[in-house]
C-alpha cells in the first residue's frame, strides 16, 4: 500500500517542519526559574521526536486555506474569518500535551528509556517528573490561549483540549484495567485505542480547523482523519508485532505475546475459541524465540485473527482518507493523505 | 482583631453554600466509566472539605451583581453583559484543581492521610493517584470552558486557570528547592508563598469577575484580595504553629521547626543573625518538648521575628480589604472581608 516514494515525501514533509517546531518550543517555552522545574519540564520535548502530531496540524491549516506548504508564516496564518492565527502555537501545545503523557506513563510503567535517552524520572526523580508533567500540561493550555484565534474559535478549540486531555487519562485508565480482564471485546479494545492514543491526533487535525474558523463539517471531519489514522495506526503497530523480523523491528518479533498484554489480534483469537494464554510459553521477551513466536503466529493465521487485525487498519486509512474530501485538493491535503498510510507502514 | 461573631458569620456562608457545591459535584463530576478512575478521581473531593474557595467565588458573584446572598441560581447567574452564566461551574473548576494539586502533592511528600481519610495514592496506589489527578487537571478545564460565559469572558477565565496552575506548580518547585537552600530572602519566601498558596484564592475571587464581564480594575482587584489573603492566611499558619498551644493546634507546637521547613520567621531570624538550625535540638516533632519550643519561641521574639510574620499577616489582610472597595458596598462585601479575617484567625 506504501510505496518509498510515499515515505519520502511524508518524512520531507516532518523534516521540514522539524527545525520550525523546534525553534517554537524555545521561543514558547523558555528556560526561566525555577530552572530545575523548567529544565525537566523541557527535558523530553528537547530529546527530539518526529514531531509528527504538529506537522499534521500545520499541513491541516495549510490544507484549509489552500496554500502551498511552507510559503506563510506559522504564527500569523491567515483564518478564514480575516483574522490571524498563530497555528504553531495551537500545533506545540499539542506536542506538549503528548510530553506531559510520555513523562506520567513512563513513572506509572516505570519505563526507563524514552527517546534514547533516560526517562524524566529516572534523569530527576519521581516527584519532578510528576510536577513537571504537571507543568507542560497548563503550558499547553496557555499555549492554545494565544493563538489570537477570534475568542469563540479560541475557546472551542481550549474545550476540545481538555476533553482530548480527560479522554486520554480514560485510555489509560481502561490500558491498565483490560490487563487485568479475560473478557475484552474488540469492541472495548478500539474503544480504548480511540481515547489513549487517536484522540490526540483528532485533536492536533482539528484544532486548525477550529482555530482558522472552518465549517464545522471541515472540523468533524478532520477530526474523524486523525481518529481513524491515529487508530489505524496503533492496531497496525500490534500487527507488525508479529509479522516484522526482530531485526527490522528494533526488538524480539511476538513480545507483545509475553504477560498480559492484549491486542485486537489476541482478542478476535479469543473469540475464535484460541487459548491465547497458551499461544507461548515464555515468560519474558527474552526467552522467547523466533520459533515459538512462528508457531504462534500460524495459529493466529488459522483463524484469521492477524489479517482482521491488519484489514481493520487498512480500512480505517481508507477511512481517514475519504476524511479529507472535505478539504480542498491541495498539496496539504495530499501530504495529510500520505501520513496516514505512512502510519501503518512503520512501527514508531 | 477576628470576633466570635466574624467566624460564626464565616462558617455559615460556607456552610450555606456547601451543600450546592457538594451537589454540583456529583452533578458534573458523575461516577462514569473508566469506573475506578473516576471514583480515584472523585475520592477526596467526597472526603469532604470547608469548600472555601468555592464559597469565595460565589460571594465574589454576589458582590459584582449586588444581589443579596443566596438569592439566586448560581447555575443561571445574570452577567453584566446581559447573559446568564454558571458560576457554580467556575468555582467548582478552582476546588477540582486544589483537588488535584492535593493528590499529587500527597504522593511528593508522601502524606499517607488527607482530610481524614488516607491519602489517593494510599486508598488506590501511586499510579491511580497520579492519572486521578491528571483527569481532574482537565475536567477542571471541561467545567471553565462551558459556564456560558461571552466567548471573550469565557477564553480570559480559561486563560487564568492556565496560567495559575503553572504557577502553582512553580511555587511547588519552589518549596522543594528552599529546602535545601539556607540563604532564602523573605521576599522570596513570599514569593513561594504566593506562588504555591495565594494564586488559587486569587483566581477563585478574580473568576467570577472575568466570567461575568466585570471592569478589569475590579478584575484585577479581587485577584489582589485573593492572593492578599491567601497570602495572609499561610503566614499566620506559621506564626500559630509556634504561638497556639499544642493541644489547640491539633499537632505539636513548634513542629515547623524540625526538619529544614524554613518560614517568613526563620527567615528574618536568619537575617538578624539568629543560628535558626540550632534553635532546637530535637529531630522529629515526636522528640519536641513544651519548653523547647518556649525557647526558641524566646530567642524568635527577641530579635522581632514572631511580631515581623505576624504583622505582615495583618497587614495583607487589611490590604485585601481595601481591594474589596472595588465592589458595591453589599452583604456579600461584607462577607468576603470576614473570610479574609477569618483566614488568618485559624490555623487550617
Known sequence: MTTD??????????RERRERVNAAIDEDLPLVAPERLWEASRYLLKAGGKRLRPTV?????????????????????PALDGGEVD???????????????????????????????????KAYDVDTAILAGDTLYSTAFEMMADTGAAPENGLEAMRMLAETCTRICEGQALDVEFERRRDVLPDEYLEMVESKTAVLYGDAAATPAVLLDADDA???????????SGSAFQIQDDVLDLTVPSAKLGKQRGSDLVGNKETLITLHARQQGVDVDGLVDADDAESLTDADVEDAVATLNEVGSIEYAREKAYSLVDESKRNLEALPDNEARSLLAAIAEYLISRGY
Chains 1, 2 share one sequence.
Not at 496540524?57 to 496564518?77: K, N
Not at 506531559?100 to 524524566?120: Q, S
Not at 471541515?218 to 481513524?228: F, Q, R, S, T, W
Request: zero cysteines; hydrophobic letters at 50%.
Open 5 to 14: 516514494s510515499t515515505e519520502e515525501r511524508v518524512l520531507a514533509a516532518v
Open 57 to 77: 496540524s500545520l499541513l491541516t491549516a495549510e490544507a484549509i486555506a489552500d496554500v502551498p506548504p511552507l510559503s506563510v508564516d506559522y504564527r500569523q496564518f
Open 87 to 121: 497555528v504553531m502555537a495551537g500545533a506545540l501545545s499539542l506536542e506538549v500535551i503528548q510530553s506531559f503523557t510520555l513523562i506520567h506513563d513512563d513513572i506509572m510503567d516505570d519505563d526507563a528509556l524514552r527517546r534514547g535517552v533516560p526517562a524524566v524520572h
Open 218 to 228: 471541515v472540523v468533524d471531519a478532520l477530526y474523524a482523519y486523525g481518529i481513524n
